[in-house]
């Protein structure tokens, strides 16, 4: 019941593809990361997820096309929907992700970049 | 599965307290309002609620201390906590909220405040 600073818990990691949980609401967790590169093709069979860009442009690929996000703006990703993040020209882009407790972040995927545990930051 | 713009959506009503539905996550719902002056005491009993500041100074009282909430910050008002969110000096503030679908804004109290039906935008 704290207030929460979202660039203090963003300051005190710097790994990429590496969720940190910062709240839970409800069965729901907030999530913060810092995101370069692509990511991993993956979709999450039972679980829509939600991404808040904070900073940066984020790129979410979907089979059939890509949404570009700026800071501020937000996009549910719905369960069964292959998706695939990535930033162009190697920008850092921090999000704010709203998921399942409990969710893989690689879905269906197992990856090189999966991480089974989320540090509570 | 669109983009949606948080400024854009909050430029398109002015009313004070009326939550409005951006985008539904699982079970729970993106909400923005705007909030100025003091709200009414409530508390959900069975849903934890996030408030995301977005523009501003919220205040949000608890019986035994007041939390202070700038642009950046989050709070989780978890199940069963009596709560009062307030602003000051006049400020319009803006906030992203994220909780259950069909939770009732002012909890278990009934007020000329309330608001049954969230319009979605």
């Not at 019941?1 to 660039?7: L, P, S």
């Not at 990691?13 to 839970?24: D, K, R």
């Not at 020209?89 to 992700?97: A, F, P, R, T, Y």
Request: aromatic share 8%.
């Amino acid at each position: 019941m704290n207030t929460i600073n979202i660039q203090q818990k963003l300051k005190s990691f710097s790994a990429h593809w590496h969720p940190h949980q910062i709240a839970v609401v409800n069965d729901m967790q907030v999530i913060v990361a810092k995101l370069k590169g692509e990511f991993v093709w993956h979709q999450h069979d039972e679980e829509d997820e939600l991404f808040q860009v904070l900073r940066g442009t984020l790129y979410m690929q979907f089979e059939d096309r890509t949404e570009k996000l700026e800071a501020g703006e937000i996009i549910v990703v719905p369960r069964g929907v292959k998706h695939c993040p990535i930033t162009k020209d190697d920008e850092e882009v921090h999000v704010l992700l709203f998921e399942k407790t409990g969710i893989k972040h690689t879905g269906n995927t197992e990856s090189t970049l999966t991480v089974k545990d989320y540090p509570k930051i």
